[in-house]
């Protein structure tokens, strides 16, 4: 009987230290969460310092810096498609003070590279989606079409005689024109660049015939008159080109390319300090100055919880997953 009453006390006093420890932990984490940030907060991105993904980064990073009190640091990490940065942030800690500005590239990613070390919707957080950026459909302007119609014509009468550009295999704008192939069946070759400047420079000098391309780097040649636009690739007009019809007024409906950037972190990152950020960003993307910077880019602030933003990026895995495998591409 004194042996059954000393094991039970001894339960007991475990049950009382275990829930002691929970609530101190409970208690650590909910100031962590309060006061964050505390220190210095790193925003990781996947590519070179100027692009797109760069500079929605660093328009996000000042807003929040001013909006929670301690430097948001932008920091390139560029290589193997933005990979190398995504599984670093995978593998740091889950504490809010490591963010990945993630593209639509990572989530083509996701099927193009088959030996990956993570999964996007499972390894990490979703946080706040910034800005979409449209794909615009251009054409040379010796091609002897004015729609989207018209070029789905014109190259159904001339089988293999018309070759769209991209930036590189396994980019969204390399995907795009694989999804555009895959709906219209068209007989026409793809021919991968390093870049979308060269890529440009030979749809301009008529070497290739069409291109599905970020609006900023292609808006500029549009406006010089080196070459045609026919479509936007989102289901909405982009307000930087009002009068130019959607894949989808063409006569493609469902068709929504966009690029897009948002911030992520490792997974299990703590909910009050994913809703701390998303406010923030919210908050900055309601700002005027904010929408007009990301509006000269070509960009179109986006408005998410992190729930909308997650499910958002699962969507686009399962969407680029059959038009990757479509296309054949593959990179190890």
Partial sequence: MQ?????RALRTGATLVAAVAGALTFAAATQAQTSYPDKAVRVIVGFSAGGTTDVVARVLAK??????????IVENKPGASSNIATEYVV????????LLMMAVTSTINQTLYPNLKFDVTKDLTAVALGAKVPNLLVVNPKVPVN???????YARKNPGKLNFASSGSGTSIHMAGELFKLQTKLDVAHIPYKGSSPALTDL??????FMFDNMPSAWPQVQAGKLKPLAVTTLTRSPNAPALPTMAESGFPGFDVSSWFGL????????AIVDKINAAVLKALAKPDVQKRLLDLGAVPQD?????FGAFVQKEVDTWGPVVKASGATVD
């Fill in 147 to 153: 729609s989207v119609q018209e070029l789905v014509d």
């Fill in 91 to 98: 593998r740091a800690p889950a504490d809010g003070y490591t």
């Fill in 204 to 209: 301009v000098g008529g070497q290739v015939q």
């Fill in 63 to 72: 807003e929040l810096t001013d909006a929670l009190g301690q430097s948001f």
């Fill in 264 to 271: 992520m972190a490792p997974a299990k990152t703590p909910a």
């Fill in 304 to 308: 998410m919880t992190p729930a909308e």
């Fill in 3 to 7: 042996h059954s009453k000393f094991f």
